[in-house]
């Protein structure tokens, strides 16, 4: 699985939009991109995935550039409860039983 | 509640002692993934089941670990003698079998273990 490099925290005013960095530089053309997010004391929770196009869901957007070789996962509004640590992935799907490689992942602390 | 389930959620023990660890997946999930993580760090993976087929495991799965899921539904996890080291939290995770496009893994709250 291809390498992520996220910034290790990141700061948001509550209600502006939050924009995470991840940077997969190594990714490789069959790689999906995967966010989860994990909440202090709990388990990690997905968000949201691609491929190449650009994806929105209830919870978040993912945008991908065109050489998918970095991302972005917008919270357009954030809230007091998006504090945790995002988790930025790449795999393919269908190896090594899918597992999930977490790296240290972004502190993200959304203030009032 | 039909999210994946993990009991205890805390376990302190005494070193060398061994601990048993329970996780719940959602149903008719085939698939079960066991994590470890510690403080500051991501979550590791430790091995996967698929039905009650152990898969894959990790060289993190030392052979004082071992993982069962005999009916292919809930899984166990046993730490024999434990060590300091071995504190940690340990995370389960289920996801259904096939949409390869859709690979979403549920985690559970996770087992926080303390070995003194």
């Known amino acids: 699985d291809a390498k992520t490099t996220q910034p290790p925290s990141m700061d948001c005013a509550e209600g502006r939009a939050a924009n995470l960095p991840c940077n997969h530089s190594?990714?490789?053309?069959?790689?999906?991109v995967y966010w989860y997010r994990q909440i202090h004391s709990q388990g990690p929770q997905y968000i949201i995935h691609?491929?190449?196009n650009n994806e929105t869901n209830e919870m978040a957007s993912l945008i991908i550039t065109e050489d998918r070789k970095s991302s972005t996962l917008i919270l357009p509004h954030a809230t007091l409860r998006d504090t945790a640590v995002y988790y930025c992935i790449v795999r393919v799907d269908g190896t090594s039983g899918s597992r999930l490689t977490f790296g240290e992942g972004t502190q993200l602390t959304v203030n009032p | 509640d039909t999210g994946v389930s993990q009991n205890p959620r805390h376990k302190i023990t005494k070193r060398g002692q061994n601990v048993t660890f329970r996780c719940d997946p959602i149903s008719e999930h085939n698939r079960l993934y066991w994590y470890r993580q510690t403080l500051g760090q991501g979550p590791e993976f430790l091995t996967y089941f698929q039905n009650e087929a152990q898969l894959e495991k990790s060289r993190l799965l030392s052979d004082r670990f071992s993982a069962e899921r005999p009916k292919g539904s809930f899984s166990t996890l046993e730490i024999q003698r434990t060590e300091q080291g071995d504190s940690a939290m340990y995370l389960c995770?289920?996801?259904?079998?096939?949409?390869?496009?859709?690979?979403?893994?549920?985690f559970g709250a996770g087992t926080r273990l303390s070995v003194l």
């Open positions: 190594t990714i490789s053309g069959n790689e999906y």
């Open positions: 995770a289920s996801r259904e079998q096939g949409n390869l496009a859709k690979n979403i893994q549920y």
């Open positions: 691609g491929l190449k």
